[in-house]
C-alpha cells in the first residue's frame, strides 16, 4: 500500500517477473515492484516556482553582466568583451520572456505541458547556456591577460570586466540547472 501515500504521483505498479527453473518444474516469481512516477512536478522545470527563482535569477546575472560591461567602459576595443554583449543581450529577454511564462503558470496554477513547445525551450536553453560559457570564458580569458600585462589595463576597469565575467558565469550556471530540469522532464510528456 505504498503507492496510497504517494498519491496523485503514481501512474501504475508494474511487477517484474521472472521465470525460474527448480525440482523439475518451471514457475513465476514476482523479484520487484517498479513504480512508474509522472514527472509533472519537476522542481526547476517550466511553470513551477523554482523555474521562476531560476529565470528571474538568469535575468538579474545577464542584466548585471551586461551593466558591468557596457556602461562607461570601451568594451567594443575587444572581440570577447563584444561577444559577451551580444549573448547577453539574447539572453535577457529569453530569461524575461520565460520568466512571464513561469510566473503566470504558477499564478493560475495550470504548468505548460505540451512537449512541442517544452522541446523548444530546451533547445533554446542549452544553445543559450552552451554561448553564455563561451562568452563567459573568453570574457574571462581577456581579462586575465589584460591584468597580466604591465600597466595595459587600468584596475577599475579591469575589476568591472572580472564583475562582469563573473556575472556571466552565474548566469550561465542558472541556465544550465533550467535547462537540465527542462530536459529531465521532458521524455515524460513524449
Known sequence: RFHEKLGKNVVGVRRRFEMRKGEGNEFWVC?????LLRMDEVPGSVGTTAGFSLRLGQTFFSSASLLFMSLGVEFYSYTAFCFLVTIMGLVIPWSFTLGLVDGYSVLVKCPLRQPGVLLLIVIGDWVLSILTLAAACSTASVVDLLLQSD???????????????????????????????NLWLLPSLL
Open 31 to 35: 523479484d520487484e515492484l517498479i513504480w
Open 151 to 181: 600597466g595595459y589595463c587600468p584596475q577599475k576597469i579591469c575589476s568591472r570586466y572580472q564583475l562582469s565575467a563573473a556575472m556571466a558565469f552565474l548566469s550561465w550556471f542558472l541556465s544550465v540547472a533550467s535547462a537540465l530540469f
